[in-house]
């Protein structure tokens, strides 16, 4: 048929038109199957709706290119391949530049051009590589950030890294962690569609959030909240709500945050919460329950007895399905502190960093859309929290501790020693002990059939709709048995430090990351979470055999083809040979 077609008079007319035709629609429609096992270049079905939605082009600038190591090639390469399917799903409407800032200017002009970008928010990394074949060590400025521009807004500043460091397997006890770069970058991997959709949906969103944050019962307004305050007011409109001065009402506030309080709450004080809830409002607890603070020991240097501040909220959190226990979390897996170990020759104090149990180490292993893909978490004298049953209500925990942990019971003696004995290691017995828990559904009310007809008149007309004994609609609250994990500690030389930063610590852990994600979970509708859920798998040499087996595999992948084409060459030479020599009379 198709050589039917090439010897008629109108053939090549006919081919040359399917070719054209073919080229056409192949530019126009662009389609690609995903194989991955873990749908790496597949977005979700929320990032895809949000990309159809605009209707106004974004632009968005990628810093991370040129000349880059290895393991941030491969998150470059990641990043351009999601922006240009992001391109692609948004018709266009998402445009794309990777540029190198400062290429060309003098150091001046870069170094003032540099301080502009930090100020938006772009971060900087300085990443030494060491080669293995010189052992040379090569230093280099990478810029690990994005910038997305909408309108005439401000831009919104996209890290690219993860938050999460992925260390190698090592001895709590004696091992310095170790961090494999290569599993770190493949954390950042999974999290990119997740940060980029996000920062579109906060640039172009319509509506934003109000976050409020509570006082009346001796909750922080100093320079402890200021990294708090600071990136909540980035985001969303923020606000003060004395819990004093009046019912919090959903319709004006979309989430409340209740962090440190030192004083105990009134009955009237924990109805205005319990009716804020069972309208629809949501609530982030930072609760402290126990009095414990490391600028007591350090004063003093000497044991103190952490006692309960009796808050008068155990009754309410019970009733929404969590208890705060009164004892102090303990494990081997923990920050360090700096300690006076002895003195110098000339008087002068001799530090050592010492592991602080009281410090330990947080995170989770399941799939919750908060917590997932982030960097360890850091509390300061948590406490545990137990989940007791309340119908209606799902329990999701967000934080643990290790699988080397204990508790101390109320009242608790703190020391800078807690750890003294063989005995004392092997009290380390428990495992993942829950810190934060995400509670979600339907709650009821502490004051149901509790309260005389005057009173829930009073309620009403203080809201401006009937008492509630029940969620009227489902709601969400997370609950922290740790304050600290939501406030900054204050440098006396450089000020208030951000989230998760220890003085005399230069690592800052992911407390702020998971407490912008708490609120973000509960005040978000757009769907945008579930893209946090993505996982990549890294699949990797064996480094030591690929060094070790080096030679072989050149020799299997670079000459076996080409013997391999000489051989089928000749073969195929002497079969011709044998099929048409001519045979001699």
Not at 22 to 51: M, P, Y
Not at 84 to 108: C, H, Y
Not at 308 to 322: A, Q, S, T
Not at 367 to 378: F, G, K
């Amino acid at each position: 048929m198709i050589r039917g077609l090439i010897r008629s008079r109108w053939g090549w007319m006919i081919i040359l038109a399917l070719f054209f035709t073919v080229c056409a629609i192949s530019v126009g429609w662009h389609h690609r199957v995903d194989l991955t096992a873990e749908k790496r270049f597949s977005l979700s079905a929320s990032t895809q709706k949000l990309l159809l939605q605009l209707d106004t082009p974004v632009t968005v600038k990628v810093f991370l290119t040129g000349e880059l190591p290895s393991d941030y090639r491969k998150l470059g390469n990641a990043v351009k391949d999601l922006l240009a399917e992001f391109r692609d799903v948004s018709n266009n409407n998402v445009r794309v530049e990777f540029e190198k800032p400062g290429e060309g200017l003098s150091d001046t002009a870069k170094m003032v051009l540099f301080d502009s970008l930090a100020r938006m928010g772009v971060v900087f990394e300085r990443s030494e590589t060491v080669s293995n074949d010189d052992a040379k060590a090569t230093s280099q400025m990478i810029m690990p950030s994005a910038l997305v521009y909408y309108k005439n807004r401000k831009p919104y500043a996209v890290d690219l890294r993860s938050s999460r460091k992925v260390f190698r397997n090592y001895n709590v006890l004696t091992d310095v962690p170790q961090e494999d770069k290569e599993a770190t970058r493949n954390a950042a991997e999974a999290l990119l569609e997740f940060k980029f959709a996000d920062a579109i949906d906060k640039l172009t969103r319509t509506y934003i959030p109000t976050v409020a944050y509570a006082v009346g019962n001796g909750e922080p307004v100093d320079l402890r909240v200021n990294d708090l305050g600071e990136n909540l007011r980035n985001e969303y409109r923020l606000g003060v709500f004395d819990l004093k001065q009046g019912y919090p009402r959903p319709e004006d506030i979309n989430a409340l945050l209740i962090v440190k309080p030192t004083i105990p709450f009134t009955d009237e004080d924990k109805l205005k919460l319990d009716q804020y809830v069972m309208h629809g409002g949501k609530i982030i607890w930072c609760i402290d329950k126990l009095y414990a603070e490391l600028d007591s020991l350090m004063r003093s240097q000497a044991d103190f007895v952490a006692f309960d501040r009796n808050l008068n909220i155990d009754d309410l959190l019970f009733k929404y399905g969590v208890r705060i226990n009164s004892d102090l979390l303990q494990d081997l897996n923990c920050s360090k502190i700096p300690l006076v170990i002895g003195y110098n020759p000339d008087n002068s104090p001799r530090m050592q960093r010492q592991p602080w149990p009281y410090y330990p180490f947080l995170s989770v292993a399941n799939n919750n859309p908060i917590s997932r893909n982030l960097d360890r978490v850091l509390p300061v004298f948590p406490s545990s929290i137990d989940t007791v049953q309340s119908p209606g209500v799902r329990k999701t925990v967000l934080l643990a501790s290790d699988s080397n942990s204990r508790t101390l019971s109320s009242p608790a003696l703190v020391s800078l020693n807690s750890v003294r004995t063989e005995d004392d290691f092997r009290s380390f017995n428990k495992s993942h002990i829950p810190v934060a828990v995400l509670l979600e559904g339907e709650f009821t009310s502490l004051f149901a059939n509790r309260l005389v007809p005057a009173v829930k008149d009073s309620v009403a007309r203080a809201l401006g709709k009937p008492f509630a004994q029940a969620s009227v609609t489902p709601t969400k609250q997370i609950v922290i048995s740790d304050a600290d994990i939501a406030t900054n500690a204050v440098s006396t030389t450089t000020g208030p430090l951000p989230m998760g930063m220890l003085p005399f610590e230069n690592y800052r852990f992911a407390n702020r990351e998971f407490f912008l994600n708490s609120v973000d979970y509960l005040v978000s509708t757009s769907g945008i979470f579930e893209s946090r859920n993505k996982d990549i798998t890294l699949r990797l040499l064996d480094k030591q055999k690929v060094t070790e087996q080096r030679g072989l595999w050149q020799f299997i992948n670079i000459v076996i083809p080409v013997l391999l084409v000489l051989l089928f060459g000749l073969v195929l030479q002497w079969r011709r040979k044998n099929k048409f020599a001519v045979k001699a009379v």
